[in-house]
């Protein structure tokens, strides 16, 4: 039985900066479809842009790594009953979740309990582990939207026919407009990834892998684009004063990723934006020992970037806990800056991705699964 309000608002639970932008885009079809809706939850400074009436910031729940999670559980579990609280009040009429499984799961057990249906969009990467998680989303959700190529049949093995959408980053990315831009020969970019957690771990790496390139080109220059509150003094604390740094703001990330001859990146969504827009980057990923020794043991993929995973194998080369080394990482971007052939090879590799991640539209095509769906509830 479904008790959500026809009338009422659509509820976003959203935890981490892409699930941001891709919600905002979601709203942004949404209201293009039916502008007397309304939104609320929880979301971050793009959706909140597109109208999201922000009860909590996504900021509160943007945790990684199996042990740092646990350390934060008092706190998630008192947010999680003041949501339970608000959605018993509300009652929205329907609930959007965006990636962030751990919480998301959750929300969704309590909407279950109430009727309020649930419609999960950018479909968590339960392939990569705990994919009897599937079994869940079948009980606890309406529908399943998912972004990627193969997740279709992924899910399809557990009895599941998920809508597939295609990527909602080839309506984001102005891509006509940046494959124009020059390149800059000597410029590397720094993506050391969109939480504290990420960056203290990673940002002193590529501090040491910049300082070693110092000693056979002296000439390189190096962008940082700042994560959506992302604290500059914290970046700036964790880099070497003699080595030239500017530090670029987010909403011109795009045009920043275009001008690097290559980047240095944390693992996340962003590796598939600068994939798309044809940059070469060197991944990273640093957890606890014990969140990877748990990790090692549970993860079912071969990679742990999205571009690899579409394409099926190493395109972008992953260096993950002991491996993510100050060497590893110069060495890799002395390659490309040395080495022509190398650096076309990864250039022609991405340049057949963007076939293989759909057409442009899939926050229309997610919006109308999802209005369809209620308007099958309530009709």
């Known amino acids: 039985m479904h008790t959500g309000n026809p009338s009422g608002p659509i509820w976003f639970s959203v935890g981490e900066a892409s699930g941001d932008l891709h919600g905002a885009e979601l709203m942004k079809a949404l209201k293009a479809a ?8 929880m979301g971050g400074p793009a959706m909140e842009g597109e109208g999201l009436e922000s009860r909590h910031s996504m900021r509160e729940i943007s945790l990684v ?11 998630i579990l008192r947010l999680l009953g003041v949501i339970k609280g608000e959605l018993a009040e509300i009652r929205p009429r329907a609930i959007i979740l965006v990636d962030c499984p751990e919480f998301n799961f959750r929300i969704a057990k309590m909407a279950k309990k109430l009727g309020i249906p649930v419609y999960y969009y950018i479909s968590p990467q339960i392939w990569a582990w705990r994919s009897g998680r599937a079994n869940f989303l079948r009980e606890f959700t309406r529908k399943v939207i998912c972004i990627l190529p193969f997740e279709k049949a992924f899910y399809a093995k557990y009895g599941m026919d998920v809508e597939y959408v ?16 020059a390149v800059h020969g000597n410029r590397i970019g720094l ?6 957690k990420e960056v203290t771990a990673l940002l002193p790496v590529f501090a040491r892998a910049a300082r070693l390139l110092a000693g056979d080109h002296p000439d390189l220059e190096y962008v940082l684009v700042r994560a959506p509150g992302m604290d500059e003094s914290l970046l700036r604390s964790l880099w070497p004063a003699e080595i030239p740094v500017s530090f670029v703001e987010p909403d011109t990330r795009y045009e920043t990723f275009r001008s690097c001859k290559l980047i240095l990146a944390a693992s996340g969504t962003v590796t598939l934006e600068t994939a798309l827009i044809g940059t070469p980057v060197a991944v990273a990923y640093k957890v606890s020992p014990l969140s990877e020794l748990i990790g090692r043991l549970l993860v079912n993929v071969k990679y742990i970037s999205l571009p690899n995973l579409i394409v099926d194998r190493e ?18 971007a002395r390659k490309w800056l040395d080495d022509p052939e190398a650096y076309a090879a990864v250039k022609t590799g991405l340049g057949g991705l963007r076939s293989m991640v759909g057409e442009p539209g899939a926050p229309g095509r997610a919006a109308r699964i999802i209005l369809d769906d209620l308007l099958s509830l309530n009709g």
């Open 34 to 41: 039916d502008p007397a809706l309304t939104f609320t939850g």
């Open 315 to 332: 395109l972008y080369p992953e260096f993950i806990g002991k491996e993510a080394t100050p060497e590893n990482l110069a060495a890799t």
């Open 65 to 75: 790594g199996i042990t740092e999670i646990l350390g934060g559980l008092p706190r």
């Open 166 to 181: 295609g990527s909602p980053l080839m309506d984001v990315l102005p891509l006509d407009r940046l494959d124009r831009m």
């Open 191 to 196: 993506l050391p990834g969109s939480r504290r």
